[in-house]
């Protein structure tokens, strides 16, 4: 599998340092070309003949540094394609985007549209803990981690490969059992958002810090699994990548924008 990152971050900053500046995005991930791993940042990581390619959008929950690429993508796309794109998540995140975003006061409802444009969005319910097949041999499966909002992460698989994406969470277990169990797991992304200094306020968001992720880590078992980690708030992001290379795992790397990963 082929995870094409196109934002590794928790918001949207330009950063400035001594060598030049760096772009830091919310989190958004392109599986094979047609699949998104949720959708902080889309369309304005692809071109437009990339963007047509996306048939099927997983999201981990509602927050807006997951789902605001979405309207972007469907004025792109709008007269364009013939297809639907597949918007894949628990009915309550999928109800809510429709409740609190498209609804034809924030945005066009593009997954109820009437008239000559269709509908280029189409709502997906998914289940905690039951596998479904999408297209191109991926399958998923979603599993409940523990956020301020419901949330689901991902066992994304197919033949050859599966990887585990955390979503947002704060400490949890169900996840870390599942990945424990997982076989041909091929790497796991986990966030971390705030560095240990910011304990207070990672707590009260239900995100991590590199010490909480070396715990959370620890509960899967795997030592030599590769871990990826992503959702670093932009400000405090050379705080946190100093504090993960102190925390001694072995195959750890920090995702950054345009960086693809062969699972
Ligand atoms: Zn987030
Ligand atoms: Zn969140």
């Not at 060598?19 to 692809?46: E, H, Q």
Request: net charge negative; charged share 20%; with cysteine.
């Amino acid at each position: 599998m082929n995870i094409r990152v196109l934002g590794s971050h928790g918001s949207d900053l330009l950063l400035k340092g001594p060598t030049g500046s760096k772009i830091c995005r919310s989190v958004g991930f392109l599986v094979n070309d047609a699949l998104m791993v949720d959708a902080g940042t889309l369309a304005s990581g692809l071109t437009l003949d990339e963007q047509k390619r996306v048939k099927h959008i997983l999201l981990s929950h509602l927050h807006l540094d997951h789902i605001k690429g979405l309207p972007p993508l469907v004025d792109n796309l709008s007269g364009l394609v013939d297809h639907q794109v597949v918007v894949a998540s628990l009915s309550s995140v999928v109800d809510g985007l429709q409740k609190h975003v498209f609804n034809d006061m924030v945005f066009p409802n593009f997954f109820n549209l009437q008239g000559p444009r269709h509908s280029i969005l189409r709502a997906q319910g998914l289940e905690a803990k039951k596998e479904v097949m999408l297209s191109g041999g991926i399958s998923v499966t979603p599993v409940l981690v523990n956020h301020t909002v419901e949330t689901v992460g991902f066992v994304i698989r197919d033949d050859s490969a599966a990887w585990i994406y955390s979503g947002d969470t704060h400490l949890t277990e169900e996840i870390w059992r599942v990945a424990a169990r997982t076989s041909n797991l091929k790497g796991i992304f986990i966030e971390v958002s705030f560095p240990d200094s910011m304990m207070d306020i990672a707590i009260q968001s239900k995100h991590l810090t590199p010490s909480l992720l070396a715990q959370e880590f620890r509960k899967i078992g795997k030592p030599d699994l590769p871990l990826y980690v992503y959702h670093m708030k932009p400000t405090v992001r050379e705080a946190i990548i100093q504090e993960i290379a102190q925390l001694e795992i072995e195959r750890v790397t920090v995702l950054e924008e345009g960086q693809e990963i062969e699972l």
